[in-house]
């Protein structure tokens, strides 16, 4: 929140901005290692044989290989916000493969960037993203854009 | 033949698919006053109510099993209700075949039914972001057909499939949906229409992607022996799997943000959608060489080739193969979704499953008219849905 826009609603603690850059904080098990993004809301562990109650915030790899793509292009149903005097614009939805983590995780890609530019294997990184809410007020979500 | 495992189709019934306007209560009322009809079994016969829900009327469902006893006329059976995404009906169909194997009901009936408005499906109102599908779509927009490009598109890319051969199913299923009375549409579609559809979650098109729609679906399930009593030939369940994902679940299945991490714990030889059929298949002993038909869950074009290879019908890969052989049509070796699937009915969710039996069981009967695949003994349908949820169930001669 090094620029003052706030987390969008529900996703208190599922990143950090920071000196070092954007980063996804997964829930680490403290027991067995064991990942979860966005991290658990609830005690406990998503890894059945593990009986793990215990959960610390993990930095995920800010870089990975786009698993997919898609986009869309009708303006999607409420809970998706709707600015007032702003015309829909399409967004492209990127699922993106951490190697480290062996996760896939999706974000919207990050504006401006069409389908037509994607192609499936590319690297992606991680960049904070803006939402604007049906308020009118900027929040903060998570990107993924094309490079290394 | 008597198996331990297997219960009696005894009779189905539905009410036609589409944006009708009508209360569920109603189509429901419709689809299971059919089913007893075709049973030959009177409603005061029935000694448990099953019924499908949907999450989007307030009360689940308004609670289904009692809204259609009541709607029947208040006769005391007892009553469960049954919520699991897509695969409500098979959940409602296991929940009633427990009972019977179980010795604690005879004959059971099953109803699923909705309505369901226009566009996409949405959340249910309110701010709650402890809700993983509302997160989904307030923080990402990402909608059901978002998903369903997301696959589509992966497809594309390891398999080398074409937009041609998503429209190619499309054309199938809309011919073999326009010989059957129940389907919502019922026009045939040439591929060009398709391709030309507008694009909605770029690489799907309006066409390529189920609609919603109204509809209702009902069966009587039976003991072996009170088949016998009623003297009924009838068709069997012999498995139903209604189950859930093993951990880590490598695919970032909709409403979450994110698959598993398989860095830790290795993914299962099977992935969640793949294990559906084949523990279908394994707790019953039939394979996907005994299935004469398939009725799978098409959410999209590109889904149904996905189920191809995931129920076994052919190997990975070979799916687009197999479509254009002609295997999967009407006339062909293995006919998928005869019954035109949810490409021609829409999704009228807690009814989807049910109205896959009642396809199946009208098919092995040999009672599906001008859509009839030949000499069928064995079938076999699926179907996945959001949270986890996913069902296949086998169904045979007996
Ligand atoms: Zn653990």
């Known amino acids: 929140m090094t620029d003052g826009i706030p987390a969008a609603p529900g996703t208190d603690a599922w990143f950090h901005d920071g000196p070092d850059g954007f980063v996804l904080l997964a829930g680490r098990c403290t027991a067995c290692g064991a990942l979860s993004f966005p991290p658990r809301p609830i005690p406990g562990c998503p890894n059945p044989d593990c009986d793990g109650l215990e959960q610390h915030p993990h930095a995920l790899s800010t870089t990975g290989s786009l698993w997919s793509y898609t986009d869309a292009r009708y303006v999607p149903p409420p809970p998706y916000p709707r600015p007032p005097d702003t015309e829909f614009s399409p967004y492209a939805l990127a699922a993106v493969e951490l190697d480290a983590e062996r996760m896939i995780v999706l974000g919207q890609v990050a504006p401006g960037v069409a389908v037509s530019e994607l192609t499936v294997g590319m690297p992606m990184r991680l960049v904070p993203g803006v939402l604007v809410s049906s308020a009118g007020v900027e929040e903060r979500v998570w990107n993924w854009r094309p490079g290394a | 033949m008597s198996r331990p495992d297997s219960v009696a189709v005894l009779g189905v019934g539905m009410h036609p698919w589409g944006a009708l306007g009508k209360s569920f209560v109603e189509y429901g009322l419709v689809a299971a006053r059919a089913a007893l009809a075709d049973a030959g079994i009177g409603w005061r016969d029935v000694q448990l109510v099953v019924g499908g829900e949907t999450i989007r009327n307030g009360y689940p469902g308004f609670v289904a099993g009692s809204a259609l006893s009541q709607a029947l006329g208040w006769q005391g059976a007892p009553v469960a209700s049954c919520y699991a995404a897509c695969a409500t009906g098979a959940q409602a169909l296991s929940t009633a075949r427990a009972h019977i194997l179980a010795g604690l009901a005879d004959v059971v009936l099953v109803v699923g039914a909705d ?41 594309m890319a390891i398999r080398g499939t074409t937009e041609a051969d998503f429209a190619a199913v499309k ?222 169930m086998v169904v045979a001669h007996a």
């Open chain 2, 115 to 155: 309505t369901t408005p226009k566009g996409f499906f949405a959340p249910v109102g309110g701010d709650r972001p402890d809700d993983p599908d509302w997160l989904r779509f307030r923080l990402l927009g990402a909608t059901n057909p978002a998903y369903f490009g997301l696959y589509a598109r992966r497809r």
């Open chain 2, 171 to 392: 054309v199938k299923n809309a011919r073999a949906g326009s010989l059957n009375p129940y389907a919502r549409f019922r026009a045939e579609v040439d591929a060009e229409t398709v391709l030309n559809s507008p694009m909605v979650s770029d690489p799907l098109r309006l066409l390529q992607i189920c609609a919603t729609s109204d509809g209702a679906a009902a069966v009587v399930l039976a003991s072996e022996e009170y088949a016998r009593r009623k003297q009924r030939d009838a068709v069997r369940i012999r498995a139903i799997s209604a189950i859930t994902p093993e951990y880590p679940r490598t695919v970032p299945d909709f409403p979450y943000l994110a698959s598993d991490s398989a860095a830790i714990s290795p993914p299962a030889s099977r992935t969640f959608r793949e294990s559906l059929a084949w523990s279908a298949y394994e707790s019953c002993g039939l394979g996907p060489e005994d299935m004469d038909l398939a009725e799978v869950y098409d959410l999209t074009t590109a889904m149904e080739l996905d189920w191809y290879e995931e129920i076994g019908l052919c190997a990975a890969g070979e799916a687009e193969k197999l479509l254009h052989d002609g295997a999967t049509a009407l006339g062909g070796r293995v006919p998928v979704n005869a019954s035109g699937g949810l490409s021609s009915f829409g999704e009228a969710i807690p009814a989807q499953a049910i109205a896959q039996l009642c396809e199946l069981t009208w098919q092995l009967r040999g009672d599906a008219g001008t859509r009839q695949v030949a000499g069928a003994r064995a079938g076999v349908a699926v179907n996945q849905g959001l949270f986890g949820h996913g069902a296949a």
